[in-house]
Structure formats: C-alpha cells, structure tokens
C-alpha cells in the first residue's frame, strides 16, 4: 500500500521560506518521478515542480527561481523548498508519484501581504 505524507505548511509573511515534506511507504521514490502539485480556492490543481528517476527537474514558469524540489533515497523523501514566497503562493500543496494515482493528503500554505 502506497503513502504520501505531506508536512511543512503553514502561515509566511509575503517574502519568507518554507520547505515542504513528502515521505512515501510503499514505494521507492527514487525509482519513480515525484510531483509537487497546488491548488488555489477556485483554481484548478496545477503542476509546481517535478523530479525524474535520474534528478532531472522541471517547473512552472511562476517558480522558477524561488522553488527547489529535491530528493533524499535514503529516506524516500521528496522535498519542495520555497523561497520569496509571494501571496499568489497561497494554496494546498499536494505531493503526488509521476504517472500514477498515488497523492498525499495535502498541506496548507498562507502566504500573507
């Protein structure tokens, strides 16, 4: 059985950091291409970033710059970091594994003016 568990959310002030968590059971997160997703009230979930198998990433053009997704295989562990965080940041962020229906439950993130 596969689980993703978010954690690191929460409250910033406009310009602040956060580094969000996604730890995985039951599946081996270096071996598949890990996903950071959000999703705003009223907006449809939209893709973040991304790692592959080989630690090629990819990212919305909105983040680029401020957001870092990595990967630790000793714990199976993806992570987001995200800097200069902005208001338009705000949303629930949601890990997911490439190609698969697997997602986590998701993590608030208020970023405030």
């Known amino acids: 059985q596969v689980q993703l568990v978010e954690s690191g959310g929460g409250l910033v002030q406009s310009g602040g950091s956060l580094r969000l968590s996604c730890a995985a059971s039951g599946i081996i997160f270096r071996l598949v291409t890990g996903d950071w997703y959000r999703q705003a009230p009223g907006k449809q979930r939209e893709l973040v970033a991304s790692?592959?198998?080989?630690?090629?990433?990819n990212y919305a053009d909105s983040v680029k710059g401020r957001f870092t997704i990595s990967r630790v295989s000793a714990t199976d562990t993806v992570y987001l970091q995200m800097n200069n965080l902005k208001p338009d940041d705000t949303a629930v962020y949601y890990c997911h594994v490439g190609s698969t229906a697997y997602w986590g439950q998701g993590t608030q993130v208020t970023v405030s003016s």
């Open positions: 790692i592959s198998r080989v630690g090629s990433t």
